[in-house]
């Protein structure tokens, strides 16, 4: 069982930057042969795909409106996935969610949800 514990949410101003944090932990496999991501759900909103990233190559990939500002990274020895945001907007207001699955592609399809996901994360900006 893979357990996920998201970190580092709080207030900022619009354009600040602010970095959360995923601790993994599980009885079997470590973070390094499974594919990470971020999910966010604003208020009213359905939960969006953020960015990923792949174990098997480190290939990552990014929604259209953080591409440019948001950068996914795994370190495998503290079996932490980070998320750097920066020039944040008011609109990236949102709950954060971590996820993770021994495939990329259930992470970044939008019809499949990832095995393994953490309890998320407020990230509030204001203008």
């Known amino acids: 069982q893979v357990q996920l514990v998201e970190s580092g949410g709080g207030s900022v101003q619009a354009g600040e930057s602010l970095t959360l944090s995923c601790r993994f932990s599980s009885g079997a496999w470590s973070v390094s042969r499974y594919a990470m991501g971020w999910f966010r759900q604003p208020p009213g909103k359905e939960r969006e795909f953020v960015t990923a990233t792949d174990w098997r190559d480190g290939s990552t990939s990014s929604g259209d409106s953080v591409k440019g500002r948001f950068t996914i990274s795994k370190d495998n020895a503290k079996n932490t996935v980070y998320l750097q945001m920066n020039n944040l907007k008011p609109e990236d207001t949102a709950v954060y969610y971590c996820?993770?699955?021994?495939?990329?592609?259930?992470?970044?399809?939008?019809?499949?949800?990832?095995?393994?996901w953490g309890q998320g994360t407020q990230v509030t900006v204001s203008s």
């Open positions: 996820a993770a699955d021994r495939q990329m592609w259930r992470i970044t399809s939008p019809t499949v949800n990832p095995s393994y």
